[in-house]
């Protein structure tokens, strides 16, 4: 048995503590995104509603077509954004890698600013569509300017490469928006929200998202592998080309459609897995599911703070996580955590 063997079996020592405190956070989430909101609902409103949801009433049209959708679009963005954003930390063995930082999100909304300059109304699979093509599009520019260019800290180059592609990206966005007069039609997309959200978006976009996450979780042991030195993956019998390329197909699968679903929101992918990382360092087996529990839960609360704050009227997605997010962050790095990378 190698070295790296037993650190590759071992199960953390607090993943079952940490999973179903996670678990309960997301089921309360649950229950008072259902009850909670512009109008709450008592306990035996929401019960003999859920007990009958094809009984139309006033109380089914808000429960059942209005925040159900919404609350389980904002659990699978939170596991879709969160799970990405572990697995592009590991395939590029870089922890503060994100698809926002990276330049997906600005692709896949320069794609989708150019698809509503053609038409006002778009399918939601074309919308899926954009956001697939102009996130892959700049995730191989982001990719091309670092690896093609030998530097003494591809890390560095990563990031920087990504804020080069994102800013290009992001004032193309603005001019094409600009011209065409598109604000009106991108701008709640663009700060990221649920508002929208129905069933005929949710059976369109959220096979795509479960299909990924499921496929991330059956690669976790190569993911895993994919993220020791080069030399101990390929000891291993790892075709690592081979498998950074399909697990970055994966990310790109999730991110695009997570964006497609709630708008461009970023962020997330950098902060839930930190935070997981706490607990299981870097087996992913363990990182991912956690990273989708601790990320569904964390944006079902999201989204619920961003209509409570100040009801009827709702608040950004994107400032409900910043606000959250970003001491979180900041704790973290002043903490000086590290990340044993083996």
Known sequence: MSKTEPYLQT????????????????????????????????????????ARPELESDLQNVIIDTRLPRLLAAGLVGAGLSCAGAMMQGI?????????????????SLALVIGYSFAKELHYLLILFL????????????????????TSNPQLALILSGAMVTTLFSAIGQAITITNKLSTTIIGWQSGGLIGTNWT????????????????????????????????S??????????RLLLLGIVLILSASSIALVGNLAFIGLLIP????????????????LSMLLGAGFMVWIDLGGRLINSPY????????SLLGLPCFLFLVRRGQTYDQH
């Not at 956001?131 to 030998?150: D, E, I, P």
């Not at 996450?213 to 080069?230: E, F, G, N, R, V």
């Not at 390929?234 to 498998?243: F, R, Y």
């Not at 709702?314 to 996580?321: G, I, K, P, R």
């Open 234 to 243: 390929i000891a291993l019998g790892q075709n690592t080309q081979k498998t």
């Open 274 to 289: 930190h935070l997981v990382r706490l607990v299981v360092a870097n087996n992913y087996r363990y990182l991912l599911p």
């Open 92 to 108: 590029t063995k870089n922890n503060i890698a994100d698809p926002g930082l990276l330049g997906i999100n600005a692709g896949a």
């Open 131 to 150: 956001c697939l093509v102009g996130a892959s599009f700049a995730a191989s520019l982001v990719f091309a300017f670092t690896y093609h260019n030998k």
């Open 11 to 50: 199960k953390p020592k607090y993943f079952w503590l940490v999973f179903f405190i996670s678990l309960i956070g997301l089921l309360a989430g649950t229950y008072a995104s259902l009850r909670f909101g512009a109008i709450t609902y008592s306990h035996h409103d929401l019960l003999s509603t859920l």
């Open 201 to 232: 978006m949710l059976h369109v976009i959220a096979p795509f998202i479960l299909i990924g996450l499921a496929i991330a979780q059956l690669m976790s042991h190569q993911l895993t592998i994919l993220s020791l030195d080069s030399t101990i």
């Open 314 to 321: 709702e608040t950004s997605l994107n400032a409900m996580v």
